[in-house]
């Protein structure tokens, strides 16, 4: 059977869809910097010492994968940096979720490029913050731009993954009630979860490099 694999599976929206996925039967690899007890609960395969950000972990994901193929991979772990103004910029809060935001799934989708299936499908976690045309506020510079990078560097992966028959989808998950915005939020993780998925099933060659809510709204760049 192939794997699932999922950034960032310890808490909020990753664990939600390490739990879904199991839900419906796939063989999921949570990958993480440290496990949690409600992850150890579930009883799939976990990867712990996965810091997205650094080459040693993400090597040592691959090779905890070995010679398994990749039926989904879900690039989802990620960090917000609050306080950014255009009065008190943080620089470094700035290129830290460049680095786990923008460059860190790019590093983990090279790693594992060549262990995904023939038509497998890679799942980009991203925000609605980093459309361009939907920023009515301003602010929140370093997430806001982390996250259009992010955007930038999936949809040029869709193409250079589309002759391999691999399709991307870029997904925003809502406002979920997480612990990277301090329990605030509209949707449980569990809601948006069962979202991602299903614009992760509805995801092909045909519709590769999307950008779209979790409830199927198509989002503009």
Known sequence: MNISVITGANRGIGLALAR??????????????????????????IVEGVDVASQEGVALLSQKIGERKIELLINNAGILVFGD?????????????????????????SALQNSLAQGAKVAFVT??????????SGG??????????????????????????VSVVILHPGMVKTD?????????????????????????????????HQNGEQLPW
Do not use: W
Request: glycine share 10%.
């Open 85 to 109: 103004t255009l009065t008190e910029p943080d620089y470094e809060g700035m290129a830290r979720q460049f680095e786990v935001n923008a460059v860190a799934p790019l590093r983990v989708t």
């Open 20 to 45: 879904e996925l199991q839900s419906q039967g796939h063989q999921v690899v949570a990958a993480c910097r440290s496990s949690s007890k409600e992850l150890n609960a579930l009883g799939v395969e």
């Open 140 to 165: 929140v510079y370093g997430y806001r731009m982390s996250k259009v990078a992010l955007n930038m560097a999936a949809v040029s992966m869709s193409h250079e993954l589309a002759p391999r028959g």
């Open 180 to 212: 990277m915005i301090g329990g605030r939020g509209e949707v449980e993780p569990e809601e948006a979860a069962r979202g991602l998925l299903a614009r992760i099933e509805e995801t092909s060659i045909e519709n590769t490099g999307r950008f779209v």
């Open 127 to 136: 925000s609605r913050m980093g459309s361009i045309a939907d920023n009515g």
